[in-house]
């Protein structure tokens, strides 16, 4: 049974940078895709970023340039690092794998303007 618990979200002010990880369990993690989703309140859940086994990411429009998806196979684990974040970033974060419907609880990442 896939496993996925997200952490790093927090408070920060625009322009700051936080770094969200997410463990996971219960699955061969080094041969899955992984994606970061994100929901701001009121919003449908949206594709923030994707990174593929072989290391191969994708980004969401609104996040090219300021966020980056890695992965550490050894550890189980898939970050997103996030810099220059806007008020428009907060949002509860989430990890996926690929082909799965299981969601993690979540970490939620606000921005103060």
């Known amino acids: 049974q896939v496993r996925l618990v997200e952490s790093g979200g927090g408070l920060v002010q625009a322009g700051g940078s936080l770094r969200l990880s997410c463990a996971a369990s219960?699955?061969?993690?080094?041969?899955?895709?992984m994606d970061w989703y994100r929901q701001a309140p009121g919003k449908q859940r949206e594709l923030v970023a994707r990174i593929t086994s072989f290391g191969s990411t994708d980004y969401a429009d609104s996040v090219k340039g300021r966020f980056t998806i890695s992965r550490d196979n050894a550890k189980n684990t898939v970050y997103l690092q996030m810099n220059s974040l806007k008020p428009e970033d907060t949002a509860v974060y989430y990890c996926k794998v690929v082909g799965y419907t299981y969601w993690g609880q979540g970490t939620q990442v606000t921005v103060s303007s």
């Open positions: 219960g699955t061969i993690f080094s041969s899955k895709t």
